[in-house]
C-alpha cells in the first residue's frame, strides 16, 4: 500500500509552535534552526500550513 507522504507538518500541530499572549495572541516557531529571525506564525490563530522558512521542510525534501 503506498502512503504518499504529503502530510505536510502544520504549525497548529507542530512541537515547535508557540504563543504568547500579549493582549492577542501571537503564535511564533521556537525551532532552533529557524531562518526566520522573528518566526512569527502569526496573529490570534494559525492559518494553517507552514511558513516557507519553516525548518522542517529541508528534511522533508530530502
Ligand atoms: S515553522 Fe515549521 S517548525 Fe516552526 S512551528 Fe511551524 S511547522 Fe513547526
Same mark, same amino acid.
Given at each position: *500500500?503506498? *502512503?504518499?507522504? %504529503? @502530510?505536510?507538518?502544520?504549525?497548529?500541530? /507542530? #512541537?515547535?509552535? @508557540? *504563543?504568547? %499572549?500579549?493582549?492577542?495572541?501571537?503564535?511564533?516557531?521556537?525551532?532552533?534552526? @529557524?531562518? =526566520? =529571525?522573528?518566526?512569527?506564525?502569526?496573529? %490570534? !490563530?494559525?492559518?494553517? !500550513? @507552514? +511558513? #516557507?522558512? /519553516? +525548518?522542517?521542510?529541508?528534511?522533508?525534501? %530530502?
Amino acid at each position: *500500500m503506498e *502512503m504518499r507522504n %504529503d @502530510r505536510a507538518q502544520n504549525c497548529a500541530e /507542530c #512541537e515547535f509552535a @508557540r *504563543m504568547y %499572549d500579549f493582549g492577542s495572541r501571537i503564535y511564533y516557531c521556537d525551532h532552533a534552526n @529557524r531562518t =526566520d =529571525d522573528m518566526g512569527k506564525l502569526g496573529v %490570534d !490563530g494559525l492559518a494553517g !500550513g @507552514r +511558513p #516557507e522558512w /519553516c +525548518p522542517l521542510r529541508e528534511k522533508d525534501s %530530502d
